[in-house]
């Protein structure tokens, strides 16, 4: 079966510093993957994906991720964090058997000025 | 604009009481999902439906119903045989189960138990 692992529930970085989110997956096929932003008491907005093609993947506000096979990864980074970065981050891989999201727990960010 | 709406945004329910919870999507999706959230254990698939008139149980369908009689709509009923109902209720939707399956959410329901 399928499964996420998001390392860290929360992580903490100062205002400016480097984000960076984990998230391991497994899967038996060439995995699509996702990371998700959730701001309180909102719904999630995809932040970016992986399916096929580059590696490196660009989303919105700055954020990328990179698909890394060999190490089963597909980490969050941010070069310099902003306050309004503060959010929950989930990791979510597609099982194609079923065309479910696998998720991960989740982990909030939090950023100290 | 092309979304998911849910409604109400809160929702408060006495012990013993069905409550249903209001999710439309104008993205002419295939799919919808219902999740729900709790403080700490991520998202937690209800029930999902993949056309109109047909939908499965997903992890923790004990307790919920639901109905698709509409592609735009996906109603979720929380029946008081569900013991523990407070909670973020989310609603997703995708364009097929043939694509990657990215999900697009509406805001979400809080429903507390009073």
């Known amino acids: 079966a399928q499964s996420v692992t998001q390392l860290g529930s929360h992580v903490s970085v100062s205002e400016g510093a480097l984000v960076l989110l984990r998230c391991n997956y497994s899967s038996s096929v060439p995995p699509y993957l996702f990371w998700y932003v959730q701001y309180p008491n909102q719904g999630l907005q995809l932040l970016l994906k992986?399916?096929?093609?580059a590696t490196l993947v660009k989303g919105i506000n700055g954020f990328e991720a990179e698909f890394k096979k060999s190490e089963t990864s597909f980490h969050l980074t941010k070069p310099s964090a902003h306050m309004s970065d503060a959010a929950e981050y989930f990791c979510a891989v597609s099982d194609r058997s079923n065309y479910q999201l696998i998720w991960g727990a989740g982990t909030k960010l939090i950023i100290k000025p | 604009d092309g979304g998911i709406t849910q409604s109400p945004k809160y929702l408060f329910r006495k012990e013993g009481q069905n409550v249903t919870l209001s999710c439309e999507q104008n993205?002419?999706?295939?799919?919808m999902y219902w999740y729900r959230q709790d403080p700490g254990q991520g998202l937690r698939l209800i029930y999902y439906?993949?056309?109109?008139?047909?939908?499965q149980k997903g992890d923790i369908a004990e307790g919920y119903s639901v109905s698709r009689e509409k592609k735009e709509s996906f109603p979720l009923t929380v029946t008081s045989a569900q013991k523990n109902p407070t909670a973020f209720y989310l609603c997703?939707?995708?364009?097929?189960?043939?694509?990657?399956?990215?999900?697009?959410f509406g805001p979400g329901t809080r429903l507390t138990v009073l």
């Open positions: 993205l002419n999706h295939d799919a």
């Open positions: 439906s993949q056309i109109v008139n047909d939908f």
């Open positions: 992986y399916t096929t093609g």
């Open positions: 997703a939707s995708t364009i097929s189960l043939d694509s990657y399956n990215e999900q697009f």
